[in-house]
């Protein structure tokens, strides 16, 4: 009996710093593949280097078949990537920075760029640094994505653990086959 | 009472992180001893105070109602308070020096204060003073000193950007000190991560005529000031490049080994730090934080060098300054202390300069011939090769040889009896760690010698040096399992009665319950076993704290929670002697031979979690911290913190206990708490993160415990039902299948009675979650939003699904 070879991916987006570039080192079964380049503009304040197309990793599933991770670059600039990166994705997760200014500002604005994929495609949101900074909580996040009615699992994550980012893709992957027996 | 005379404030720290009071310790102690002197609350004149701590707001405005006393506030976010100063985390010590100058000037206006008009000009001898100081100031503004605790302040990085910081270093004037890069932020282990080429400011040092903005560094300073300010003292970094170059003495290798956990960043670096005035010192230093208790060991070898000039043509036409460094990821290996041999007595000041050559040659062939041998198919032989490769890397072989003693002793003993393993397993494993990270550094030293394009003989060492560090760790990490697999006998009792009876399954049941305290007593009775054999005696425990064995302990029940996921029903089904995870499960779902729903529910008001709702909310509404006090156990609810304290560990076989006990509501005492009590409360929750939870994960847990499987009296298993949000399930206690569960009831609205059909699961998992997600409140009430969802969605199955399933499998384990 053949299988037939499986390639999806998965885009992982979210504001400058949020993690999305971690996360992906996380899970993927590659060096990733990053186009990072210094940071010339606000972006500096957070970190000395930023994505500025995308970066790529691999979850290798069997010998052939493979799961795409690919992280969009965070500023708003690049918008025109994301289009390109989702089309065809499995499913998003967002990543949001609790220690931004206003992570609900973030949230609203990327539910709003990622609107079209949304509403076919899941979304699983992940909160990084919420283990530093306790407010705003998981609470707020809920309530947030309530008043924008989407409907998302929300996770907090370290996105340097693993299991966390594990995390975050089982839940997409639930949410979109619950009978998935793994 | 102004110290200002001496120009040296005397300062209290008050609420700080351990880790930021290691820091403030060291400067105050080094760099910073000419400018403050640290003392008691009564004595100082300064407070110093980490305003994001718990207790700290409450704490400055205390001391703001009671005197005038200035203080430095240390904080991510800005903080804008009368007479206080505020400096960005993460700390600097130029924020700190600064910080001094403002302080000093409100201490001044404090004393002059009832001098009412002719205050508004200083007088000729505060002028002084005040030039005095200003005079100090360049010196010590040239010492780059901070550890990252969050690089997403922009004052933070304004200050690791500014200008001044190296600025002001003339040819004789410099400073040095060690870097340590914190990775509690993301974003710094990408930065680390990616050390390369790309990265050099990590390695460059802070007497760069150009200094690098992104260096992050922790002040390790072993001159005073005062030898800083004669321009006695030069410190030289020299990168992987100057090291191939033979540039001889200019050395400066970090290692950094990075443990996957922010908090407890290891971090060693070895360094040569030769001076013009032909000195030269090469320090190895160690600063391990662990846990966030930072301790900085430094040993310094210093000898009679006169070679260090050329340093600084290597630097100023090099565009690739590399460092050696590697940051070793490896999540099962948070607990290790790897030992770094020190080389050499800090007196043998003629034999120094001769070790540093000597080291510096080892670590070229550290990546090369060397450092890898032979691949060796066992342990004992990977031992061996580690023990070379680290020999060569400068650890002593003595360290490695007494290493392998340990690992051949175990294998020894495994074949003597396997029970007795659980003594030494903390240790063996601590020990293979550290070989692991050993052989990985070598490789790491060997990864960025070949990302310098200058090292063209490094490269073609590299695919075996690689396949052979693979393949020792492989070899490694079998020893491991064969460590791990005699746990299971350990967990059997290894008495007369140790036969594992599996057929009965009523006594199955009864030892599944009582084996949380048969495990221990059982460990106990291990320990008591002694005295074994000699060699294993001699093995140096590596005592794991309470919360390291927590995380181990919760480790297993999740990959064990995985491992079940992945058998499915069959799989948890098959009897056999219960893993710690299976015993967990018992606790939290109950057993698999019951079927709750049809002949078991409970009366939450009977338990102890109803009470606990209870003061809960009631903390909650008047913002009050509130204790419940039964049966010697304390539970504490802090409701802006969204914390509970718990003096028992809700792990325990006890706490387990009381959930499932029906309650003797007249036992429990319940008081609000004064500020003191308060403040005591909120150092605990830091100082023990084992008996500190959120809410949300102490009512989870509480709630599985209560329930066992059993559903609510009154429970309408036929209604459908949805979760209105997932439960934060990275930070909750994991049961199987969650979730899988959580998913369905979120998407596809059933019954309690239909989803474990529907999933082909056990009926207590569900009902387990079902407890939880009731318990935090996370279930839909609006039943037109459950008519909808249930109209909406039904479970298709996806074409995806053959590979959905494979990729869970991966993504699991």
Same mark, same amino acid.
């Given at each position: 009996?053949?299988?037939?070879?499986?390639?999806?991916?998965?885009?992982?987006?979210?504001?400058?710093?949020? @993690?999305?570039?971690?996360?992906? /080192?996380?899970?993927?079964?590659?060096?990733?593949?990053?186009?990072?380049?210094?940071?010339?503009?606000?972006?500096?304040?957070?970190?000395?280097?930023?994505?500025?197309?995308?970066?790529?990793?691999?979850?290798?599933?069997?010998?052939?078949?493979?799961?795409?991770?690919?992280?969009?670059?965070? /500023?708003?600039?690049?918008?025109?990537?994301?289009?390109?990166?989702?089309?065809?994705?499995?499913?998003?997760?967002?990543?949001?920075?609790?220690?931004?200014?206003?992570?609900?500002?973030?949230?609203?604005?990327?539910?709003?760029?990622?609107?079209?994929?949304?509403?076919? @495609?899941?979304?699983?949101?992940?909160?990084?640094?919420?283990?530093?900074?306790?407010?705003?909580?998981?609470?707020?996040?809920?309530?947030?994505?309530?008043?924008? /009615?989407?409907?998302?699992?929300?996770?907090?994550?370290?996105?340097?653990?693993?299991?966390?980012?594990?995390?975050?893709?089982?839940?997409?992957?639930?949410?979109?086959?619950?009978?998935?027996?793994? | 009472?102004?110290?200002?005379?001496?120009?040296?404030?005397?300062?209290?720290?008050?609420?700080?992180?351990?880790?930021?009071?290691?820091?403030?310790?060291?400067?105050?102690?080094?760099?910073?001893?000419?400018?403050?002197?640290?003392?008691?609350?009564?004595?100082?004149?300064?407070?110093?105070?980490? =305003?994001?701590?718990?207790?700290?707001?409450?704490?400055?405005?205390?001391?703001?109602?009671?005197?005038? &006393?200035?203080?430095?506030?240390?904080?991510?976010?800005?903080?804008?308070?009368?007479? *206080? #100063?505020?400096?960005?985390?993460?700390?600097?010590?130029?924020?700190?020096?600064?910080?001094?100058?403002?302080?000093?000037? &409100?201490?001044?206006?404090?004393?002059?204060?009832?001098?009412?008009?002719?205050?508004?000009?200083?007088?000729?001898?505060?002028?002084?003073?005040?030039?005095?100081?200003?005079?100090?100031?360049?010196?010590?503004?040239?010492?780059?000193?901070?550890?990252?605790?969050?690089?997403?302040?922009?004052?933070?990085?304004?200050?690791?950007?500014?200008?001044?910081?190296?600025?002001?270093?003339?040819?004789?004037?410099?400073?040095?000190?060690?870097?340590?890069?914190?990775?509690?932020?993301?974003?710094?282990?990408?930065?680390?991560?990616?050390?390369?080429?790309?990265?050099?400011?990590?390695?460059?040092?802070?007497?760069?005529?150009?200094?690098?903005?992104?260096?992050?560094?922790?002040?390790?300073?072993?001159?005073?000031?005062?030898?800083?300010?004669?321009?006695?003292?030069?410190?030289?970094?020299?990168?992987?490049?100057?090291?191939?170059?033979?540039?001889?003495?200019?050395?400066?290798?970090?290692?950094?080994?990075?443990?996957?956990?922010?908090?407890?960043?290891?971090?060693?670096?070895?360094?040569?730090?030769?001076?013009?005035?032909?000195?030269?010192?090469?320090?190895? !230093?160690?600063?391990?934080?662990?846990?966030?208790?930072?301790?900085?060991?430094?040993?310094?070898? !210093?000898?009679?060098?006169?070679?260090?000039?050329?340093?600084?043509?290597?630097?100023?036409?090099?565009?690739?300054?590399?460092?050696?460094?590697?940051?070793?990821?490896?999540?099962?290996?948070?607990?290790?202390?790897?030992?770094?041999?020190?080389?050499?007595?800090?007196?043998?000041?003629?034999?120094?300069?001769?070790?540093?050559?000597?080291?510096?040659?080892?670590?070229?062939?550290?990546?090369?011939?060397?450092?890898?041998?032979?691949?060796?198919?066992?342990?004992?032989?990977?031992?061996?090769?580690?023990?070379?490769?680290?020999?060569?890397?400068?650890?002593?072989?003595?360290?490695?040889?007494?290493?392998?003693?340990?690992?051949?002793?175990?294998?020894?003993?495994?074949?003597?009896?396997?029970?007795?393993?659980?003594?030494?397993?903390?240790?063996?494993?601590?020990?293979?760690?550290?070989?692991?990270?050993?052989?990985?550094?070598?490789?790491?030293?060997?990864?960025?010698?070949?990302?310098?394009?200058?090292?063209?003989?490094?490269?073609?060492?590299?695919?075996?040096?690689?396949?052979?560090?693979?393949?020792?760790?492989?070899?490694?990490?079998?020893?491991?399992?064969?460590?791990?697999?005699?746990?299971?006998?350990?967990?059997?009792?290894?008495?007369?009665?140790?036969?594992? #009876? #599996?057929?009965?399954?009523?006594?199955?049941?009864?030892?599944?319950?009582?084996?949380?305290?048969?495990?221990?007593?059982?460990?106990?009775?291990?320990?008591?076993?002694?005295?074994?054999?000699?060699?294993?005696?001699?093995?140096?425990?590596?005592?794991?704290?309470?919360?390291?064995?927590?995380?181990?302990?919760?480790?297993?029940?999740?990959?064990? *929670?995985?491992?079940?996921?992945?058998?499915?029903?069959?799989?948890?089904?098959?009897?056999?002697?219960?893993?710690?995870?299976?015993?967990?499960?018992?606790?939290?779902?109950?057993?698999?031979?019951?079927?709750?729903?049809?002949?078991?529910? =409970?009366?939450?008001?009977?338990? &102890?979690?109803?009470?606990?709702?209870?003061?809960?909310?009631?903390?909650?509404?008047?913002?009050?911290?509130?204790?419940?006090?039964?049966?010697?156990?304390?539970?504490?609810?802090?409701?802006?913190?969204?914390?509970? =304290?718990?003096?028992?560990?809700?792990?325990?076989?006890?706490?387990? !206990?009381?959930?499932?006990?029906?309650?003797?509501?007249?036992?429990?005492?319940?008081?609000?708490?004064?500020?003191?009590?308060?403040?005591?409360?909120?150092?605990?929750?830091?100082?023990?993160?084992?008996?500190?939870?959120?809410?949300?994960?102490?009512?989870?847990?509480?709630?599985?415990?209560?329930?066992?499987?059993?559903?609510?009296?009154?429970?309408?298993?036929?209604?459908?039902?949805?979760?209105?949000?997932?439960?934060?399930?990275?930070?909750?206690?994991?049961?199987?299948?969650?979730?899988?569960?959580?998913?369905?009831?979120?998407? =596809?609205?059933?019954?309690?009675?239909?989803?474990?059909?529907?999933?082909?699961? !056990?009926?207590?998992?569900?009902?387990?979650?079902?407890?939880?997600?009731? *318990?935090?409140?996370?279930?839909?009430?609006?039943?037109?939003?459950?008519?909808?969802?249930?109209?909406?969605?039904?479970?298709?199955?996806?074409?995806?699904?053959?590979?959905?399933?494979?990729?869970?499998?991966?993504?699991?384990?």
């Amino acid at each position: 009996m053949s299988t037939e070879i499986q390639h999806k991916k998965i885009i992982f987006t979210g504001p400058v710093g949020a @993690g999305k570039t971690t996360a992906i /080192q996380s899970m993927s079964d590659i060096p990733i593949i990053s186009t990072n380049e210094s940071a010339t503009d606000m972006t500096q304040q957070r970190k000395s280097e930023t994505t500025v197309a995308m970066d790529y990793g691999q979850i290798k599933v069997g010998d052939q078949e493979r799961i795409h991770l690919y992280g969009t670059p965070g /500023q708003e600039r690049f918008d025109f990537m994301w289009d390109i990166l989702t089309k065809g994705a499995l499913g998003l997760i967002l990543l949001l920075d609790n220690s931004r200014d206003n992570p609900q500002q973030d949230l609203r604005f990327y539910t709003q760029a990622f609107k079209n994929f949304i509403q076919n @495609g899941d979304l699983v949101i992940g909160v990084t640094r919420s283990d530093d900074i306790e407010k705003p909580d998981i609470d707020n996040y809920r309530h947030w994505i309530d008043q924008l /009615q989407i409907r998302a699992p929300v996770f907090s994550i370290d996105a340097r653990e693993r299991q966390d980012v594990s995390s975050l893709i089982q839940a997409l992957l639930y949410t979109i086959d619950p009978g998935v027996t793994a | 009472m102004s110290n200002l005379n001496s120009n040296i404030i005397k300062i209290c720290i008050l609420e700080m992180s351990s880790q930021n009071q290691a820091i403030l310790e060291f400067f105050f102690n080094n760099a910073g001893k000419s400018l403050f002197e640290e003392t008691s609350r009564e004595n100082a004149e300064v407070f110093i105070i980490d =305003y994001d701590f718990p207790g700290a707001k409450e704490n400055v405005e205390e001391i703001q109602s009671t005197s005038k &006393m200035p203080g430095i506030i240390i904080s991510i976010r800005e903080v804008s308070l009368e007479n *206080t #100063v505020w400096i960005a985390k993460p700390l600097t010590s130029n924020a700190l020096i600064q910080a001094k100058n403002q302080v000093a000037e &409100m201490l001044s206006s404090i004393a002059d204060a009832p001098a009412s008009a002719e205050t508004t000009a200083l007088s000729g001898k505060q002028q002084e003073q005040q030039e005095t100081e200003s005079d100090d100031l360049p010196v010590f503004n040239d010492l780059s000193f901070s550890v990252n605790e969050d690089k997403t302040d922009a004052k933070a990085t304004e200050e690791q950007t500014d200008p001044l910081v190296g600025s002001d270093l003339s040819e004789e004037t410099t400073q040095e000190v060690a870097a340590i890069a914190d990775t509690s932020n993301p974003d710094d282990s990408v930065a680390t991560e990616t050390i390369s080429a790309e990265t050099p400011e990590l390695f460059s040092i802070q007497d760069d005529p150009d200094p690098e903005p992104a260096l992050t560094n922790f002040a390790s300073l072993d001159k005073s000031p005062e030898d800083l300010q004669q321009n006695k003292i030069d410190t030289f970094t020299v990168n992987a490049e100057t090291i191939t170059e033979k540039a001889e003495v200019n050395t400066k290798i970090n290692t950094a080994t990075n443990t996957n956990n922010a908090d407890t960043p290891n971090y060693f670096s070895v360094q040569a730090e030769p001076t013009p005035a032909f000195t030269e010192s090469l320090t190895l !230093e160690r600063t391990e934080y662990n846990n966030d208790l930072a301790a900085t060991q430094t040993q310094t070898i !210093e000898s009679n060098n006169a070679g260090s000039s050329e340093y600084f043509s290597d630097q100023t036409d090099s565009n690739t300054v590399l460092g050696s460094s590697t940051r070793f990821d490896n999540a099962e290996h948070n607990q290790e202390h790897d030992e770094l041999a020190v080389l050499e007595k800090p007196e043998q000041k003629t034999e120094a300069k001769d070790e540093i050559d000597i080291l510096i040659e080892q670590l070229i062939a550290g990546g090369g011939e060397s450092a890898i041998t032979e691949t060796t198919e066992t342990a004992e032989a990977s031992i061996d090769d580690s023990a070379e490769e680290l020999s060569d890397t400068g650890i002593s072989p003595v360290d490695l040889e007494k290493n392998k003693e340990k690992l051949l002793s175990i294998d020894a003993l495994i074949n003597q009896n396997g029970t007795e393993i659980e003594n030494v397993i903390h240790s063996d494993n601590s020990d293979i760690s550290k070989q692991q990270n050993s052989q990985a550094d070598v490789l790491a030293t060997a990864d960025d010698s070949a990302n310098n394009p200058d090292q063209e003989e490094l490269p073609q060492e590299l695919p075996q040096l690689n396949d052979n560090l693979t393949e020792n760790l492989d070899t490694a990490e079998e020893v491991k399992q064969d460590f791990d697999e005699p746990n299971n006998s350990v967990i059997a009792p290894e008495s007369d009665t140790a036969e594992p #009876v #599996v057929d009965n399954k009523e006594q199955e049941s009864e030892e599944l319950l009582e084996s949380a305290s048969t495990v221990p007593e059982t460990q106990a009775n291990a320990d008591e076993s002694e005295p074994q054999d000699e060699a294993i005696l001699t093995i140096p425990e590596v005592e794991l704290s309470e919360d390291e064995e927590l995380q181990t302990l919760l480790e297993e029940i999740r990959k064990e *929670t995985e491992g079940v996921n992945s058998r499915g029903m069959e799989g948890a089904n098959h009897r056999h002697i219960p893993t710690f995870a299976e015993e967990r499960w018992a606790l939290t779902c109950g057993d698999s031979n019951i079927i709750p729903s049809k002949e078991q529910t =409970y009366n939450p008001a009977d338990y &102890m979690l109803s009470t606990l709702l209870r003061v809960i909310e009631q903390a909650r509404q008047t913002e009050k911290v509130m204790r419940m006090k039964f049966n010697g156990i304390i539970i504490v609810i802090l409701p802006d913190l969204k914390k509970i =304290y718990c003096d028992l560990s809700i792990f325990s076989s006890d706490y387990a !206990e009381i959930c499932f006990t029906p309650f003797d509501q007249e036992s429990i005492k319940i008081h609000n708490l004064d500020s003191s009590e308060i403040r005591l409360y909120r150092k605990l929750i830091v100082e023990e993160p084992e008996n500190s939870h959120t809410i949300e994960s102490f009512l989870w847990t509480s709630s599985l415990l209560t329930s066992r499987g059993r559903l609510p009296q009154g429970t309408n298993t036929k209604k459908s039902i949805s979760l209105k949000y997932w439960p934060n399930l990275t930070r909750l206690e994991i049961i199987p299948h969650v979730m899988q569960i959580a998913a369905v009831f979120y998407k =596809y609205p059933d019954s309690i009675q239909q989803i474990p059909v529907k999933l082909n699961i !056990e009926r207590r998992f569900v009902n387990a979650f079902y407890n939880g997600v009731l *318990t935090l409140g996370l279930l839909e009430t609006d039943n037109h939003k459950i008519l909808l969802l249930s109209s909406k969605n039904t479970i298709k199955k996806t074409q995806n699904r053959g590979f959905f399933t494979r990729l869970l499998k991966k993504i699991k384990t």
